[in-house]
Every structure is written in structure tokens, then in C-alpha cells.
């Protein structure tokens, strides 16, 4: 990462911490919620959004678009939901043979919704290139998604909800916020950059404090691919892959923020990782960390780290400091890990979301 790209991100983000601090975006918004979806579950069922709470109850449709919604995703101060809407459809990319019948990707529009009144405050449509997909929500309320020729990304957006302007992110950019981590108030930033060659090739974890500006560099590694900051903001988990010379090995590792102290939790098989971000989540109360991979999360007591425990699922969230909500077989499940009891909520259903 070069320096020009480095300065222009802290810019970026320096500019959203200002408007929080001066008023344009109030900061009991960023950091209170939106009222009746606080620690809700949110899920997808007949292609709509609905919420309901914790016991599977007092259920309510969020989305009304003809059983058309594929993937959802609430803003940090619960203003706002942003989510992808098939609009039609289009032939598959690749090469075919003339007896072949194509296959069909869905093309999505994304529309954002204001939650306390359900107004459509925009609908981004495909321009170039015919796929478009949500990539995450920034501090801010700002929302980041990318194009696609359905062979690669060609290009990440921004829009902001505030002054409903959409623009383009350069290349360096992209990389820190589609990758990066940010405290829950929105103050502190974890990013990977890399340095030196061969041999000589690090990943650096860096800790940046946006209200100072100071960037250090807590620890430097070679594999890094996913960080995550404890909601205290005292430790870092993160997974680092290996190149055993045969084969790949996963390693979770956790690290307090001064980078004094090292521990490794696991070292096993690569997983699969084609696009796959946000699969490390720290409970509540940081007690507990897992790794969240689709098919099996992996989750370590920090009072008892020699030990985990594993669960067949996808589509992990935290529901409280010991509780679990996933998705296996078409249905919702909570688990506990103090008890070890599993529980069945909702039938029917999918990617499962506890509304933060």
C-alpha cells in the first residue's frame, strides 16, 4: 500500500469522525441503536427480511418486494438497512458449448431503506457492469459495495446516506476498508498492510487511533487474512495462513493491542476463503472468539483456551455473551455454550443476523 492511498483513507475517515463529533451525525445515533430492532434477530425467509425476538416471537416483515431480497445487512446505528433486490437476470460468464444451456445469474439493484420509516431513500441500479452486490457498512452510515463482470470486481463504491451522494473508492482504499476493522464506537481502526519481499515479506497488523491519527504497527506476520478487534478494544484475534510447503494451515491467533503477548488457539487445514470477510466474532463480553467458517464455527473460551467448541451451521452471530444464533438445514438454531444446549427457534428461515 502506497503512502498517497494511506493518507487518502485516513482523510476518508477522518472526515466521517468530524461530522460525528461536530453534530452532522450525532453520536448517541452511532453509538445508542434503533430502537425496536435492538438485539433482534433479522432473517431472510421466502426472499424477505423479517425480525423477531429472541424467543422467535413478536415477528415483523421488514421488506416488501415480491419474495425478491437475497441479502440484507443493518447500518451501525440501525437508521438504515440496506439490501439487494433481484431485478432480472442474466447469462452466466464463461464459455459454452452450443448444446448447453446457459445458466442464469440474478441481477440486483440495492435499496437502502430508512428503518423508523420505512422510506426507500435510494436504489442503486448496476451502470457498467450488470452485478452489483453490498460489501459492508462504514462508520458513518455510510455504505460500501462493488460492481462486477462476473469474472472479477471492477470497482467498490461509497454512498452516504447523510447527503445521498454515491462516488468511486481507488484501489488502495478498498483494500483498507473492504478488509479493515473498526472499533465499536467507530474510533479505532485495525488494518493489514505489507511490506518487504520474499523472504523479507511481512503482513503488519496496524491500530490506528482516528481522533489522533496515530498508525503503529502491533504486530508483523506473514499470511495475515482476517483481524478483529475485541469489543474492549484490548486484543486482536486474528487468522494467518501458512504455507507448510505441502500443504496450508490455519492458524487463530490472539494478541493484546500492545502487541506484547502472542497466543495461538489452533493450527489446522486451510479452509476455503473465496470472499469471505467478518468470519472471526468476539461475544459480547469478549469471553469467548470463534472462527466462523461456512459449515462449522469454532469458538474458544479465552478462560479455558486448550478447549473449543464446534458447531455445524453457517450464517454465526452472537445473541448474547453465551449464546449463538446460526442457520443449518433451511432453519434457525440458538445454541449455548455454557450449557451446551441446542435449540431450534425458527423452521423455514436463513441467514440469521442479531441485530447489534
Not at 464463461?94 to 422510506?119: M, Y
Not at 455510510?142 to 452516504?160: E, H, Q, T
Request: glycine share 8%.
Amino acid at each position: 500500500m502506497d503512502g498517497f492511498h494511506l493518507i487518502n483513507i485516513r482523510v476518508l475517515l477522518v472526515q466521517i469522525l468530524v461530522c460525528i463529533f461536530v453534530g452532522l451525525i450525532p453520536v448517541q445515533l452511532f453509538c445508542s441503536g434503533g430502537g425496536d430492532f435492538h438485539h433482534k434477530i433479522a432473517y431472510l425467509r421466502e426472499g424477505e427480511v423479517y425480525i423477531a425476538d429472541s424467543t422467535g416471537g413478536n415477528v415483523l416483515q421488514i421488506t416488501h418486494d415480491s419474495g425478491k431480497v437475497e441479502d440484507f445487512l443493518f447500518s451501525p446505528t440501525l437508521k438504515y438497512l440496506a439490501y439487494t433486490k433481484i431485478i432480472g437476470y442474466a447469462d452466466e460468464p464463461g464459455l459454452w458449448e452450443d448444446t448447453e444451456t446457459i445458466p442464469q445469474r440474478a441481477i440486483h439493484s440495492i435499496k437502502i431503506v430508512e428503518l423508523k420509516s420505512g422510506r426507500i431513500i435510494n436504489e442503486i441500479m448496476p451502470q457498467t457492469d450488470p452485478w452489483i452486490y453490498i460489501q459492508r457498512w462504514l462508520p458513518g452510515d455510510i455504505l460500501m459495495f462493488y460492481a462486477s463482470s462476473g469474472f472479477d470486481v471492477s470497482g467498490f463504491f461509497s454512498y452516504n446516506t447523510e447527503s445521498n451522494t454515491q462516488q468511486e473508492i481507488g484501489i488502495g482504499q478498498s483494500d483498507i476498508l473492504s478488509n479493515g476493522d473498526y472499533s465499536d464506537d467507530g474510533s479505532l481502526e485495525c488494518y493489514v498492510s505489507d511490506s518487504g519481499l520474499g523472504t523479507n515479506f511481512r503482513d503488519n497488523i496496524h491500530l490506528v487511533d482516528l481522533r489522533t491519527h496515530n498508525d503503529r504497527i502491533v504486530v508483523s506476520l506473514r499470511g495475515t487474512i482476517e483481524q478483529k478487534l475485541s469489543h474492549s478494544n484490548t486484543r486482536i484475534a486474528f487468522v494467518l495462513v501458512e504455507d507448510s510447503m505441502k500443504s496450508y494451515l490455519d492458524n487463530f491467533w490472539i494478541c493484546d493491542t500492545n502487541g506484547s503477548h502472542l497466543t495461538r488457539l489452533y493450527r489446522q487445514p486451510a479452509r476455503p476463503k473465496p470472499g469471505l470477510t467478518n468470519f472471526i466474532a468476539w461475544s459480547p463480553d469478549d469471553r469467548f472468539v470463534g472462527t466462523f467458517f461456512p459449515g462449522e464455527g469454532v469458538i474458544f473460551d479465552l478462560q479455558n483456551p486448550a478447549t473449543n467448541q464446534r458447531l455445524e451451521g453457517s450464517d454465526f452471530s452472537w445473541l448474547n455473551d453465551s449464546i449463538i444464533v446460526f442457520a443449518r438445514q433451511g432453519d434457525i438454531y440458538l445454541y449455548d455454550l455454557a450449557s451446551k444446549h441446542l435449540h431450534r427457534l425458527i423452521q423455514g428461515a436463513q441467514s440469521p443476523v442479531v441485530v447489534p
